[in-house]
Structures are given as C-alpha cells and as structure tokens.
C-alpha cells in the first residue's frame, strides 16, 4: 500500500536516499491500549480498537535491545494501562540490564504495594502517577471510576513510602484547572517531589474533546500566576517540591518544535508493534513499519515513515523560506494534519500559518463552550471510530 502520495511504494528507502538523524534517545514503550479508566483526553488514537495483537514478551525485549544499540538511553513504559502486562516485571528487569534510565507512567490503578516493591526489586527508576482532579468526584467522573482517586492516593503514598520519588501528573482542562491551588495542595500534602501540572494537548480523545477541555486564556492565566505565587512561596519555605507548568500550545502564536525534530530523538512502539517518531502519528497518510517485520534500525535510519518529514525539503510557504523553521520545524505534523488535511503544512498554531485562524476560532469557541459533554475514551466508542 501506497499511502504517502509521493510515489514511493518502498518499506525501506534505496541507499544513499535517507536523510541526516540524530539518535532515538527516547523510546516510549506503549504496551498495550488496555486500560481500566476511560479519561476523556487520552492520547491514544480513536481506533485503538481495530489495531490488532499486542507484541509478545520476546518481541518487546527484542525492541528494547535493539533500541538501546542504536543510542536509546531513556524508556518510558506507557499504555493504555502498562499494568496490565503481566510481563512489566520481565520487561523492567530486562531494561535495567540494558542500562536504560526506565519510568513507568502509570495511572496507578492495578498498583498495589508487593508490585511497587517488585518493580523496585527489578530495577525501575521511576514512576509517575496520573491525577485527574484534586477532588474525588471530579476525578472520578473524569477517569469514569469511582474508585479511582482513593487508589491514586494510596499508590501515590505507596510509590514515595518505598523511597521513589514522588511524581505525580495532573492534566489540566477547563474542569480542573481552577482549582490548581487545591491540586497543588494536594501535592503538598502528598510530600511530591516533582509536579506536572500539563494543560491537556489535543491529540487523540482530547482533540475529539477540543471542545469540553479547552480552558480559556483567563483560566490559564490565573493557573499560571497562582502556580507562581506557590512556587515563590514554597521556595521561601524551603520546600523543594518543583511544579512544572505546561501551558497548550493553542494559546500561543509560534508553534513547538514538536519532539524536538521528526524522528531525530523521539521513537514511540505501539502496543502492535508499528514504530513512529510520535505517539499522535498513526493517524498520518503516510506508511509507517513494523519492528515484527524489521529492525529498529531499518526502522530508524531507512524507512519511508522515518524519512519523511526529516529535515526540510518537505516544507511549503511559509515555513520553507521563515528563519525560525531551524528552531520550530514548521511545528507539529499531527496537528498541522488533524486541523488542515495536510501533515506538510505549517502548524496552525504559528501566526504567519493561513490557517491560523482555526486555532483562533478554538480560543473563541472556548469562551462560549456549547456544553455538548465528553466522548469517554473505552472500547465501546472506538468501536464507533474503527467503522468511520
Ligand atoms: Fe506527531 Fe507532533 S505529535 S509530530
């Protein structure tokens, strides 16, 4: 299948015909799209449920060797819910052997105290915890349990009591976000070490969602001065917890250089095996391989999907000629695709894109949300997804 429009049917570029690239410094390691919650800004994609068998314990431990040859020195295992692997412990243990820095992003539901003291024990470095709200019901309603947040907390005590750093993940949105300082105090109260306090990004459920998470540029503001005057305050004290503020780019005039360049230091396994350079792109038109059908490095240095947007020859106006494209790389791929139909344009969040104005019209549409409630993420609605 032919799904690049360029012509080129081959899985592997000719010699000669791959471009400059850096080392795959990060992998992300998606282990499986199971997952108990049903977050509604879940990055995963819409049609996870089509996508077929998950690799084998031998098949990811072959990633993960082959990863690490190639330069890999940081692995993230991620979902889905990597829990709900009975292999994490095998996997974990094989990454330490590799000399992996390795963190578990977990949503700590399925955690329980003997497999902290397990993943400990095999040689995890980290594991970050996911909160939805700093509230029961609110993060309840959120992760579609009602169970979720009294386990969180408990893993979350669990996690530092067994000499972890404390990190914890709070995705923010226009249902949470203005309560950031009783999340905040949450974490304070928690003992946390290191705090993401992440605007949601609309990839995936949450670009589905645009429309109920967007917060305003007002909310995002006072999030922002309010984290600011706890970080102050805190300094003060003398408490060295760190709160990490990512704001959504939507609120921005110049895009991110998002992940850091195509396929220069980011490379994401999905649960079936298909390797991408960012965990947004199987939406893509483009075809992307398989480590079931060849090696990573094939994968990383040769194939078409790795290729493609590497450096600039692919650029249109107004990237191609702006002196900022060495700094940005004409923005996201995925988001220039979900909103305009076309990867190789510019990102519509920078100002000079012509559409740009689709990023305005999502600020305005904020100010007055239509209150049409959440597309939960769970196999039920992809279901939907696989047959549009
Ligand atoms: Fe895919 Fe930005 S998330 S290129």
């Known amino acids: 299948m032919n799904r690049t429009g360029s012509g080129c049917t081959e899985a592997l570029l000719p010699e000669g015909r791959e471009k400059p690239a850096g080392q795959p410094l990060w992998l992300l390691a998606e282990l499986t799209y199971k997952c108990p919650l049903q977050c ?16 084998t314990t031998d098949q990811w431990i072959r990633v993960l060797r082959e990863a690490r040859e190639l330069g890999a020195a940081q692995l993230g295992f991620s979902g889905g819910e990597p829990l709900t692997r009975p292999d994490l412990v095998d996997l974990i243990r094989e990454a330490r052997q590799l000399g992996y820095y390795s963190n578990l992003i977990t949503s700590g539901i399925g955690l329980t105290e003997r497999k902290v003291a397990d993943f400990r024990e095999a040689g995890l470095d980290h594991i970050q915890v996911s909160f939805q709200a700093s509230d029961e019901e609110v ?28 990190v914890l993940n709070f995705v923010t949105h ?6 950031i300082d009783r999340i905040i105090e949450l974490c304070i109260e928690l003992e946390a070490d290191y705090v993401e306090l992440a605007t949601c990004q609309y990839y995936g459920w949450a670009y589905e969602n645009r429309a109920e998470l967007l917060p305003t540029r007002a ?14 305050r805190l300094a003060a004290a003398g408490n060295p917890i760190r709160l990490i503020f990512v704001t959504p780019d939507y609120y921005e005039e110049r895009p991110k250089g998002c992940m850091n360049g195509w396929g220069q230091i980011f490379l994401t396994v999905t649960p079936d095996g298909t390797a991408l350079p960012c965990h947004s792109a199987r939406q893509l038109p483009v075809e992307f391989p398989s480590v079931k059908q060849q090696s990573l490095g094939d994968i990383w240095y040769r194939s078409f999907g790795f290729n493609h947007f590497r450096g600039d020859d692919w650029m249109k106006e107004p990237c191609r000629s702006c002196d900022e494209k060495e700094k940005d790389f004409g923005g996201c791929r995925c988001q220039a695709y979900m909103m305009t139909g076309d990867a190789a344009n510019a990102d519509p969040v920078c100002s000079k894109s012509p559409h740009h104005d689709l990023i305005v019209q999502a600020r305005e549409a904020a100010e007055n949300p239509a209150g049409t409630g959440f597309t939960y993420r769970n196999e039920r609605n992809s279901r939907v997804f696989c047959r549009g």
Do not use: W
């Open 139 to 166: 993060n309840n309603m959120l992760a579609g349990s009602a169970k979720a947040f009294a386990q969180k907390l408990k893993m979350a005590r669990e996690v530092k009591a067994q000499g972890y750093p404390m």
């Open 174 to 179: 226009r249902h949470n976000i203005d309560r």
């Open 40 to 55: 509604p800004y879940c990055s995963n994609p819409l049609d996870f449920a089509r996508h077929g068998e998950e690799l």
């Open 219 to 232: 909310q995002l503001e006072r999030a922002e001065r309010i984290t600011n005057e706890y970080r102050e």
